[in-house]
């Protein structure tokens, strides 16, 4: 096992109606707020007028900043922190999923920031102090709500682009399953393949003395494949709805990497393709995951293949190595084509025209990832692969 | 799922070496340290030294506790808390294991209370405030690193009682895992049954929608298992060392706890045996820990204990259900013996003459358990079980 540092200060309050602490904790910070979401959904749902009406019974001043891009963009990060820096905000609150929160991560970076807030996108090392954040988890996925992370996209330069700041890790998060129960079925599937992405990224790895991080990657891989299917067909269950919320903030706050080598590379291809063709990260995610592990597995890998296939998917551990690896990568596929996940990127509009440039911007610091490390033209490779 | 709030403020060092952030972390609070510890094996080992090193080089004031006892005193608490007094002491600095660990946080939860300091054991409720605590974790074991609670004894009334407050978390934790390869081999195999024991007190529970929560405690299990036996016969194994570092901080910080019922049925149980007889806490749940198990099995329960015969002993889940529940149960004693803990009282010392007192103190405030509640005959007979 590697050594590590490991500190998560943000409080979860998980569970039905916990909106209820929103008040009393929003006050520990402050009371004038910035309230940052996304398309409006929560304004159809009944959540924002849930929050706004705590903050008025709370005295808690807030302005607003809405309709947050599913791949946020830089200039809306630019417009938040000249409301933060008008009107003195003390606490940014986000009311959605990952692009909300992440949108608002490096607005209260940038507040604090003097020059352009996508400096501090492409280097994190220029965040110095952060305000506050909270947030209000309305879609389970990025695990932003409780971890330091934050993508923005550059639609100008079409670049997307992630940073990280210890301080951007909010002082709570509300994570309430039913805020997810009008969640609609293709959103779900990509959040459930954004979740598993993350356990992935973590997961192949050649530290194979990380053995409790590695298991409890498979934990909750075996959540998600039990419950992303039930939280489709019967969106209201809150015992699924609840299993994929959790384990969306445990997969990617350091439980599961810290210690050990992580990957990172699926995620960095395909933050590529939503920068040009502004795709849903989890479609995305689902579309290259299998050919990804395809691509990977060789001699080298096969062995950690082999253990996803045996205690993920319970394959017959007496069945030949590359048999059980395989069986896996297609248990894989025919998951995410269970939830009606678009399997090819031909069906969400991707052609081969950009496949070289995005390929070359994915490894313009180098080849990416240590379990398979990936030069541009493998990239290539596995794109094509996808078609 | 249940309704919970999850906040773990304490950072972990982890690896090899990490003592060297011990003196800016120190200051971070203060520098007026009391230095506590236990029997003095970190005088042996080196540790001792590597510390006062650090607190000189860094121009911190420090005052010794040394001789925490195994089951630590609550007169040992009055003691550190005079010294704190006296000095103006700014942090408390825990060097062992959990019941050094634990003694320090009482002593800095009492040094704020105006009364006796087992107050503060008894009800929690009159702590609010506590000094700064630090831990240099030397045995995988009690998780106190990594938690709120703490357990005192005291040996005039032969209470033995564990209190809890939220400040009393450590404000930070070095976890090196070669602090613990001069571990004996009878201290890691109670280590290891103390790790267990709060992963089945977790995990044997009827909220079994709490699903991504049992699914980890499993790799929890199996990580216990598979480096139990290793540490002890090859105690310099680092591999082995850190993963049963990592899993006793783990297991007890709420990550398996929050969101169910649980049951803390035998720890209840050990209590009472330790404060008589001052045994070593993880042999005594050892000891009891199948018999509890061979007790709670029916038909109520069948369903839990064959889930954690194949999750974790991977057997065959065609068999009978009452077979793989019963194989569990054996293969736990047969697991608990590999280790060389002893499997009955009697080779411990102990007899029937005070089983009804005991059991009636355990049931002082009413049954307890809620996966397999106990009154106070049944725990006398779960102690026969295991003369």
Known sequence: MNNFDYLVPTEIFFGKGQIKVLGENIKKYGSRVLLVYGGGSIKKNGIYDDVIKILKDNAISFWELPGVEPNPRVTTVRKGIEICRENSIELVLAVGGGSTIDCSKVIAAGYYYKGDSWDIVVDPGKISKVLPIASILTLSATGSEMDENAVITNWETKEKIGTAH??????F???DPTYTFTVPKNQTAAGTADIMSHIFENYFSKTTSAFVQNRMAEAMLKTCIKYGKI????PQNYEARANLMWTSSLAINGLLSEG???????HGMEHELSAIYDITHGVGLAILTPNWMKYALSEDTVDKFTEYGINVWDIDSSKDKYTIANEAIQNTRDFFNSLGIPDTL?????????????????TKWGTIGRFKPLEAKDIVNIYNASL
């Open 166 to 171: 210890q301080e951007m890790q909010p002082k």
């Open 173 to 175: 998060s509300i994570l």
């Open 260 to 266: 050990k080598e992580t990957e990172w590379t699926v």
């Open 346 to 362: 031909a069906k969400v509009g991707i052609n081969e025209e950009n496949f070289e440039v995005m390929a070359k911007k994915a």
């Open 231 to 234: 939280a489709i067909d019967d």
